[in-house]
């Protein structure tokens, strides 16, 4: 069996996944949409060999946690199945960030690690089959498959839950800066474990409503080329997540103070004239989408602000491909 490696790119939501129909499965409750980020990447390597009795996993630098290997395995026996193999795979990865980012890297993880087994094991999947294997690693991998804008659609089934590209106008030049605070101890709450708890809040179901709602809106911005309604509905689906976080028993709150300061300079830059909005994920750091000919005065903004560590700039990143340097 041949060796494969393929590299992938973290994503970051623009409509947010928050909450499964289908845990085993990992059907979401709603459809979501996210930007590919292109100086976030994961390499991995697979092989599928006669003489391994068990997998053999390894995360270059920092090592798996705990449960991740055994995630890795159970991701590699959906492969197995599909491909009717039972043949046991070394699987080294690599991140190009770290942990202390607070990027999760379990969707450019997962898409890297589908595409790169799959073809290990001989299969030619369609984008479209790959971005459902990703998914049932970790749902947000499955747009990670894609890259760029893509929209992952809820579905009904297991065939019908996969993301794709949308369109959207080139000339914004879109640009992610991922803001991190100076307190960078990894999230208390994970996004698998925080979202079993969204059904607890008694705004759920509203929430699944309104994602959906949200996702058209986030279309018509795009047709008719208003970036400003664009951040606009990113802002209101980064409340629409943390409102369900904080309402949920136990609650959660991922913010800290520097979170709601890092909103609160961005609605001061946006009175200068600056188009920049704001999102956040399963932790405390900001995400700020703009345009690349803003990128320099909003950083330069933001570095003001005494708590902030980096700010990493990044376009928008490709689908998950497959490269020719192997990691063993
Ligand atoms: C807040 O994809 O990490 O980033 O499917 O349980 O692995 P699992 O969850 P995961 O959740 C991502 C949650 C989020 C929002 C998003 O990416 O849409």
């Known amino acids: 069996m041949k060796k494969s490696t393929a590299q992938a790119h973290a994503n970051i939501a623009l409509v947010k996944y928050w909450g499964k129909g289908d845990e085993k499965l990992r059907l979401p409750v709603n459809s979501s949409a996210a930007i590919a980020l292109d100086n976030l990447t994961t390499t991995t390597t697979v092989e599928f060999r006669e003489d391994l009795k068990e997998d053999q996993v390894e995360l270059v630098g920092e090592g798996f946690e705990a449960g991740e290997v055994e995630k890795v395995s159970k991701h590699l026996d959906r492969v197995r199945e599909i491909a009717k193999i039972s043949l046991k795979a070394k699987v080294i990865s690599q991140n190009s960030f770290p942990k202390a980012a607070g ?4 969707a450019s993880g997962f898409a890297a690690l589908s595409v790169a087994a799959a073809v290990a094991t001989g299969l030619n999947l369609s984008e479209k089959e790959l971005s459902i294997l990703a998914r049932q690693g970790s749902g947000s991998a499955s747009r990670s498959v894609p890259g760029g804008v893509s929209v992952w659609h809820a579905g009904t089934s297991s065939e019908t839950s996969y993301a794709q590209r949308i369109d959207y106008p080139k000339d914004w030049d879109l640009h992610v800066l991922l803001v991190m605070a100076t307190d960078t101890s990894v999230k208390k709450v994970g996004s698998t474990e925080g979202m079993a708890l969204a059904p607890t809040s008694p705004y759920f179901k509203i929430a699944i ?3 959906e709602a949200n996702i058209e809106r986030l279309k018509v911005s795009m047709r008719q080329n208003d970036f ?9 689906e980064c409340f629409r997540l943390h409102m369900l976080c904080m309402t949920t028993t136990p609650n959660i709150l991922y913010w800290r ?3 709601v300061e890092v909103f609160q300079k961005l609605l001061k830059i946006r009175e200068s004239g600056i188009e920049a909005f704001f999102t956040v994920d399963a932790g405390p750091h900001v995400h700020v989408i703009c345009q690349g000919k803003d990128v320099s005065s909003v950083k330069t903004e933001l570095e003001k602000l005494s708590e902030i560590k980096t700010i990493i700039d990044c376009a928008i990143g490709e689908g998950t491909k497959l490269v020719e340097d192997h990691l063993f």
């Open 228 to 236: 400003a309604g664009f951040g606009r509905v990113i802002e209101d």
């Open 103 to 106: 990027m999760a890297s379990s």
């Open 209 to 211: 409503e309104e994602a």
């Open 257 to 259: 103070g520097i979170t």
